[in-house]
């Protein structure tokens, strides 16, 4: 691996099927044990239920207000400094109930590529 610094790109965010908006950080085959994407979800959205099959996934929250669902567990309400520890598989969905976008890193380990996501809505359907 080579040292490297990686410049924001004004205007790469994208819509992603699971309902959020995506702007990929780092996410790269030179640097495979890890990837980092900054998540926008809208005022009043809910992402898809979904899981990362073999990847552990973190949300750091950065602005918004959200209600985070995992597996079996109850609704956690999370703001600005949270951090959501998602293991490899764990169905998962977030909320935004607040006034303002909710906004979050998503750092995945090994690095997010999209044969990993499972989109479990459509696997019920």
């Known amino acids: 691996m080579l040292p490297l610094i990686k410049r924001l790109e004004p ?4 819509y992603f099927e699971e ?3 995506i702007t990929e950080l780092s ?3 030179q ?3 890890v990837s980092v994407a ?5 005022v ?4 898809r239920w979904h899981a990362l099959g073999g990847v552990v996934e973190r949300y750091l929250i950065e602005a918004g207000q959200g209600d985070v669902e995992l597996g079996e567990l109850l ?4 703001s600005p400094g949270d951090m959501v520890l998602i293991p490899a598989g764990c169905a998962q969905r977030i909320r935004n109930i607040g006034s303002e976008p909710l906004v979050f890193l998503a ?3 090994p690095r997010f590529q999209p044969d990993c996501y499972q989109d479990l809505e459509a696997e019920a359907g």
Do not use: H, L, W
């Open 27 to 29: 996410n790269s085959e």
């Open 11 to 14: 205007g790469t965010e994208y």
């Open 44 to 47: 009043g959205g809910t992402t």
């Open 31 to 33: 640097d495979p044990a």
């Open 38 to 42: 900054r998540a926008r979800v809208p």
């Open 107 to 109: 750092i995945c380990s």
């Open 75 to 78: 609704p956690q309400k999370v």
């Open 19 to 21: 309902g959020c908006f």
